[in-house]
């Protein structure tokens, strides 16, 4: 019997990042049709490999990890900004890249001051913090680019990828604060402890990206 050491558990997001996610651990070796099934489960386990998935929103990925109840997890860059939690940041998987913008109504002049609506409180504050610029933080959870159209702030802080929401809503992105990528974050304890089963993960997705670069040139 495999003693509770061998296995890693991880954390997948749920929503647009997890098919490519999927495409990665496949590439690597790592069976995840089991995933793809139209299910309601949210655990899965790979005996093969010895690996058990967790599929979770995107923005308690962290929490799961750091508490260990998950040894390792894949996220956005955007929420780990956010979410300042000690964690190890083990890899850039190149999944899913955009911005973490400012935007703001097109024709308007920069902005010094005002109100800034965004999902991304604590990032939005240290940023402008960070720059003289004093902006009261308004929190939302939906359609960020409503804020500036309806006169609820003076400007934005979002993920853009293409951009093409913005130019719809007419607005324009002035300042890049991050760009994004999925990260492989780890539970220090986890890293301790399974530390050469944590490295052979490592390394398969490593060279599955590899050779995802080398098929794309």
Known sequence: MLAVNDWLTIALAKGRILPPTLDLFERAGIGC???REKTRKLIFSVDEHRLRFILAKPTDIPTYVEYGVA?????GKDVLLEQEKELYELLDLKIGPCRLSVAQK??????AGGYVATKY??????????????FEVIKLHGSIELAPLLNLADIIVDLVSTGKTLKENNLVEVETIAHITSRLIANPGSYQVKGARVSTLVNMLEQAL????EAQC
Request: charged share 30%; with cysteine; glycine share 18%.
């Open 33 to 35: 049709g089991q995933l």
């Open 71 to 75: 040894d390792l997890g894949i996220v």
């Open 106 to 111: 097109c024709g308007c002049g920069e902005a």
């Open 121 to 134: 409180p604590r990032v939005a504050e240290k940023y402008f913090q960070n720059r003289g610029k004093q």
């Open 210 to 213: 590899l050779e995802g670069e």
